[in-house]
């Protein structure tokens, strides 16, 4: 689900068991798939693979597209520590290497002043509870020296505390872009708020009915300005929030789509006897 993309020695590998005809099948390994109004990287995958296997999603007279579900493990929340309120940085390389729907190159900017503008608009109180998770990689973009220079007491999350790890002691979980991150927090029952600019995110007509009811229980929103508004109201009551019913189902039939939880063993053991048996 990765190495197919981002290791050499693999796609060698690989390479050489295709030419025997040995099928090559390639598991979704993060958001946006699904989802995304265009991705050249899906349309390639799906196309250089004998079947390719989703989260929950499947695309109309794609045959080898195969939904089996979310992969990756879910977290377990410390519901005891409520205080912490975490805000994921994502970032992109300062020049576009690929085309997809997500800003590119010097887009991303706009998606950063989006991230700052959602901090301007918290209340001194709720910025001493937030916890900022920078990217990995800062392509060079200084992402932490443009934080600190706006928000100077602005708390920046060490580098050896993983995201995992942050899931399980925070109270809600903050997405300015559209991510495996957003995913994440839902499919682990984690409070999740998240915004973006569609200009910058546009999506696929399949997908936006799901968006829609996201958008109407708060936990998607199309602005920073209304996801902070959202934010001070459930400020105290976060979990009470979270436990609605109407935003349950939102988000349960949205991850039924997008992260949908599987006995993964039991649907691979019936994939690989239905499809890869008979070659």
């Not at 992260?259 to 994939?271: E, S």
């Amino acid at each position: 689900s990765t190495s197919f993309f981002n290791d050499d020695f693999f796609k060698i590998w690989a390479g050489k068991k295709i030419d025997k005809k040995v099928p090559f099948v390639i598991y979704q390994h993060g958001g946006l798939y699904g989802q995304s109004k265009f991705s050249f990287p899906e349309y390639h995958e799906i196309k250089v693979s004998n079947y390719y296997l989703t989260w929950g999603w499947s695309k109309n007279k794609q045959t080898k597209v195969k939904p089996i579900g979310y992969i990756k493990k879910t977290i377990k929340r410390n519901k005891v520590l409520k205080d912490k309120i975490l805000l994921v940085i994502h970032n992109a390389p300062r020049y576009t290497i690929t085309i997809d729907s997500y800003p590119g190159g010097s887009q991303w900017i706009y998606y950063f002043e989006d991230i700052l503008t959602f901090i301007e608009r918290l209340p001194e109180r709720i910025i001493k509870r937030l916890v900022v998770k920078l990217y990995p990689y800062d392509y060079g973009w200084d992402v932490e020296k443009r934080l600190k220079d706006r928000f100077p007491h602005l708390k920046i999350s060490p580098k050896n505390i993983t995201f995992d790890e942050h899931l399980k002691n925070t109270s809600l979980i903050i997405c300015g872009w559209n991510s495996t991150t957003f995913l994440e927090g839902m499919v682990s029952n984690i409070p999740t708020l998240a915004f973006w600019n569609k200009k910058y995110f546009p999506l696929r007509i399949s997908a936006q009915k799901e968006y829609k009811l996201l958008n109407k229980v708060n936990i998607f929103h199309n602005s920073p300005i209304d996801a902070a508004k959202h934010l001070i109201i459930i400020e105290d009551k976060i979990d009470l929030w979270w436990e609605k019913i109407d935003v349950v189902n939102a988000k349960n039939k949205f991850l039924l789509q997008y992260a949908m939880i599987n006995d993964i063993p039991k649907m691979l053991t019936k994939f690989i006897s239905s499809h890869i048996n008979k070659h």
